[in-house]
């Protein structure tokens, strides 16, 4: 019997204890992800002989993660038996493509949407850091003209001291489009995060020019990625969101274990997709929403 609990701040430690055991490049199953957004999805969780599962409400709909652990079979057997137990349908949701062939050998009836919307941009980190060649021109003179314009410019790691100027800087933030309930949550959302930095446990930096914040960027690694869950950049100053994402990769991943960078979805928006695609990700990570009849082999 699986019983299901909601997401705080104290289980960080739990989550990020599988997140790291069995690493995804997927941002689903990440800390940044799963806790961050626990209130706007509903996430919960439950554990089962070291298996984790998570919950999530999702276009109204109760839906599961892929179990995360040693045990995974038989926790979507946990996962049907929990669904049929309260009259619901079995519904799996960001499930990659790998998942989703395991599951339709274990189901007879099996139904996949996948979302373009909600793909994972995955990049080469090398490639996006040092930013080589010519169809990398484009972000590296944003950024060379960055340099020579604002040449009084920092980056520096996040400290407690500037926590109560980036909450300011984001309670102000001007987004390049008109601004909908979701940016605002994500707003909200970006300050707890801010609020709580040593409690999440990630990383992040700050940039500055003349001492002034111009963007911020947070992130973490899992396994040989790196990923990027918040940047805010001020558009005023050109180039900012370019220095912002090469400062914060070569700042923090640096290291050769490091192999990509995972940088989210774009959610549909045209400027964000125009914008992730122009750093050429070496893949899309699909994500499916699955719903299964229950009728096994």
Request: aromatic share 12%; proline share 3%; with cysteine.
């Amino acid at each position: 019997m699986l019983t299901f609990k909601k997401i705080s701040l104290d289980d960080i430690p739990v989550l990020k204890a599988y997140f790291n055991a069995y690493p995804s490049r997927q941002c689903d199953k990440a800390v940044g992800s799963t806790v961050m957004w626990r209130d706007y999805f509903e996430n919960r969780f439950a554990v089962h002989d070291g298996t984790l599962i998570l919950s999530a409400k999702f276009k109204n709909e109760i839906c599961f993660s892929y179990p995360i652990g040693r045990n995974q079979n038989e926790c979507l057997d946990l996962i049907e038996e929990y669904c049929k137990e309260r009259d619901i349908p079995m519904v799996l949701c960001s499930v990659n493509s790998s998942e989703l062939e395991t599951l339709n050998k274990k189901y007879n009836n099996v139904f996949a949407d996948a979302d373009r919307d909600w793909f994972d941009y995955l990049y080469e980190k090398d490639a996006i850091m040092n930013l080589v060649g010519r169809k990398y021109s484009t972000p590296r003179n944003h950024i060379n003209k960055f340099k020579k314009v604002y040449q009084n410019y920092t980056f520096e790691p996040i400290t407690p001291d500037d926590v109560d100027e980036l909450v300011e800087f984001t309670r102000n933030f001007t987004f390049n489009a008109e601004k909908d309930e979701s940016a605002e949550l994500e707003l909200e959302m970006c300050i707890e995060v801010l609020q709580n930095f040593e409690k999440y446990g990630m990383l992040g930096g700050v940039l500055k020019v003349e001492g002034k914040t111009v963007g911020y960027s947070i992130g973490e690694i899992i396994g040989d990625t790196i990923f990027c869950h918040i940047e805010k950049a001020d558009i005023s100053y050109s180039g900012s969101y370019q220095m912002l994402t090469n400062s914060f990769l070569k700042m923090f991943a640096s290291s050769d274990e490091i192999k990509f960078v995972n940088r989210e979805e774009d959610c549909g928006d045209e400027g964000l997709r125009k914008s992730k695609l122009s750093y050429h990700p070496v893949e899309l990570i699909e994500k499916n929403t699955v719903f299964i009849n229950n009728g096994k082999e």
